[in-house]
């Protein structure tokens, strides 16, 4: 491996579809510091044309094997999320960091299996790609909550809506592969893990796919009794809006009007410039996630980067993350079949090392 604090990394892309390409672009465009070395698809030629696209790059056509290459200091993982617990595997027993796009894995056994495997090679290795802790209104957000500005925040109202989705996309995905980004971003603001979830199931889109349990809303409760409630629609057949709303004892905060933070403040107390701001409607919606965070994409692959040439190797979400998203979700899917709040059933965090301490052969 090179001397990461002085040459520049070198990336091994896996999964070259949508994400992929994106984040090659993005490396390749934006980023300093990082090179893409190697880059690995199910379709090899697919690969092979974008390798062709970029000095020094190469492509591999086995996954496994481009991790494990000498000439890989770091991978990121664009593939579909089934495929990830194995990559995952191997990126830990070669030591290579990797930034893995979201979900971890696709169940919560497979999820905790890597949490135990990674805190047993004893090195953090692995940040899970949940972009939106890395966007300017979700960061600024977070701040005026841990700020105070707005007292105890008691609830929150989240809004997720896809113009269309894949055709491979089931009612259970809409919680695994959607809403998934309202449970980290719940637990990134409120800094305490989702206890129950209850799926309420609307009246099904006329123009979604038959059988597609779309639109849903989700209702969060956490440890210390907060409710959020998520509505996911991916099917509207518009454009893509990400919103969410915090209430607090002492005022509210609204962010993905594509207008800024709009801020309502019920007391004069000197917070930032002191006024709420006005906000304004009308203009242009983002089409899709590659342009509403576009910006939290480039700063998470930087600050990524960064912190693998430093030999930290995660600066944001880890697979503790990627795991307690995947105990949520399950518990989700279980309410979208019982139509009841499912209670979510995770470890303790403190038990991971005393755990991976007694598994063998992991
Ligand atoms: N953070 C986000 O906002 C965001 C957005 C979109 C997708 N994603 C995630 O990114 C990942 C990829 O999604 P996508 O939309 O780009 O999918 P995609 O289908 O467009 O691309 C996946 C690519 O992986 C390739 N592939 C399939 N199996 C493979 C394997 N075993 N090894 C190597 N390559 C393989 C496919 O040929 C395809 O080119 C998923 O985990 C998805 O959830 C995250
Ligand atoms: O994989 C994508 C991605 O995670 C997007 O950010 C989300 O809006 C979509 O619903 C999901 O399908």
């Not at 995952?88 to 890597?114: F, M, N, Q, Y």
């Not at 495997?117 to 209104?137: C, K, N, W, Y």
């Not at 123009?207 to 996911?232: C, K, M, N, W």
Request: net charge negative.
């Amino acid at each position: 491996m090179s001397d990461r604090t002085t040459a520049e990394l070198r990336v091994a892309v896996l999964g070259v579809g949508m994400m992929g390409a994106d984040h090659v672009e993005r490396i390749t465009g934006r980023i300093k510091g990082a090179r893409v070395a190697v880059v690995n698809d199910y379709l090899h030629d697919k690969a092979e044309t974008i390798a062709a696209g970029i000095d020094g790059c190469r492509a591999i056509s086995d996954p496994l094997a481009a991790i494990a290459d000498p000439e890989v200091d770091a991978v990121l993982l664009a593939t579909p999320g089934p495929t990830h617990e194995a990559q995952l595997i191997a990126c830990i027993e070669h030591g290579k960091p990797v930034l893995c796009e979201k979900p971890l894995t696709t169940d919560v056994a497979t999820s905790l299996d890597i949490v135990r495997r990674e805190a047993q090679s004893g090195t953090p290795l692995i940040q899970v790609g949940f972009m939106r802790r890395f966007d300017h209104e979700y960061s600024q957000l977070k701040t005026a909550i841990d700020d105070g500005v707005f007292g105890r925040v008691l609830l929150a109202h989240c809004v997720h809506r896809n113009p269309a989705v894949p055709p491979s996309f089931d009612s259970s995905m809409i919680v695994k592969d959607s809403l998934v980004h309202e449970v980290d971003v719940t637990r990134f603001l409120f800094d305490e893990e989702i206890t129950s979830v209850h799926i309420i199931k609307p009246s099904a889109n006329p123009s979604a796919p038959a059988g597609l349990q779309d639109p849903q809303i989700a209702y969060f409760t956490t440890e210390s009794g907060r409710h959020i409630d998520a509505e996911v629609f991916v099917t509207t057949g518009v454009a893509y809006e990400v919103r969410t709303e915090v209430v607090g004892e002492k005022g509210s905060a609204f962010i993905g009007l594509d207008v800024g933070m709009v801020r309502k403040y019920s007391t004069g107390a000197a917070v930032g410039d002191g006024r709420s701001r006005a906000g304004s409607w009308g203009g242009d919606i983002t089409p899709s996630f590659t342009e509403r965070f576009g910006q939290a994409y480039d700063t998470e692959i930087q600050r990524w980067v960064n912190a693998v040439r430093s030999g930290v190797n995660v600066d944001g979400p880890g697979a503790w993350d990627g795991y307690a998203a995947a105990a949520v979700c399950a518990a989700g899917v279980r309410s979208l079949d019982s139509g009841r709040p499912e209670t979510v059933e995770m470890i303790d965090r403190a038990d991971i090392h005393a755990v991976a301490a007694s598994v063998s052969g992991v």
